[in-house]
């Protein structure tokens, strides 16, 4: 009799494409894995409303959501819709009790409001921390991991990054986190298992311990 397959769904974090997960490989025999891509949100839409549309792609029952960084967020919207078997964030926060003190600042003055692109710089890793010392290698995979450049998404991102107000998670949530992260720094992040020298692009740069680890902790074992 053979295995019924767990379904895996991946979402990746602000902007970026799901080529950011172009190097995890989970056992075919036991796995099947599937890319969640952003939408455009619609006017004025709240993040609870977009997740309730982006829980219309999981075409599956009992599955695997893992999001990274902002993406980390939706699927904790989205598990509201979903009931994921396990849900799993990378590089991500839980509440608002994690988030950096420079996305609360931005959140109480509004800074968000008025100048999003620089506040987006600093948000999203890609820009400002993830890749090389030449402009040139940084644009490379700037251009190959980011897809969305809408101003009405980013704008909107930002905003639903900053301004989360979730205070209670998952009990059984996971979250997996780098020491070195410069977006969400370590010093806030509670009960997650912690990659050493992990900066913010874990899920590209530290790969193999993902190939190694996420079928034991998607299995509970």
């Not at 977009?50 to 029952?61: P, W």
């Not at 987006?120 to 450049?149: C, H, P, Q, W």
């Not at 997650?192 to 299995?219: D, Q």
Request: glycine share 4%; hydrophobic share 40%.
């Amino acid at each position: 009799m053979s295995q019924e397959l767990i379904h895996v769904y991946f979402m990746p974090g602000m902007a970026a494409s799901p080529k950011i997960f172009e190097y995890i490989k989970l056992p075919e025999t036991q796995f099947k894995m599937h890319f969640l891509e952003w939408d455009i949100p619609l006017d004025n839409e709240e993040l609870n409303d977009y997740a309730l549309r982006m829980s219309k792609k999981i075409k599956h029952a009992d599955v695997v959501l893992v999001g990274v960084s902002f993406g980390g967020v939706l699927v904790q919207q989205m598990d509201k819709y979903v009931k994921a078997r396990k849900l799993i964030i990378v590089s991500s926060v839980k509440s608002v009790f994690e988030l950096p003190k420079r996305m609360l600042l931005a959140k109480t003055t509004g800074a968000y409001k008025i100048v999003p692109t620089q506040l987006a710089s600093k948000i999203d890793v890609f820009e400002k921390y993830a890749f090389g010392k030449t402009m040139a290698k940084r644009l490379e995979l700037y251009k190959k991991y980011l897809s969305v450049n809408d101003p009405k998404y980013l704008s909107w991102a930002i905003k639903n990054m900053v301004c989360w107000e979730q205070k209670q998670p998952r009990k059984d949530i996971v979250h997996i986190h780098g020491d070195k992260d410069p977006v969400f720094p370590i010093k806030y992040i509670k009960n997650c298992m912690v990659i050493k020298g992990g900066t913010h692009i874990i899920i590209i740069n530290k790969y193999k311990w993902f190939n190694e680890n996420l079928p034991k902790i998607i299995l509970g074992q």
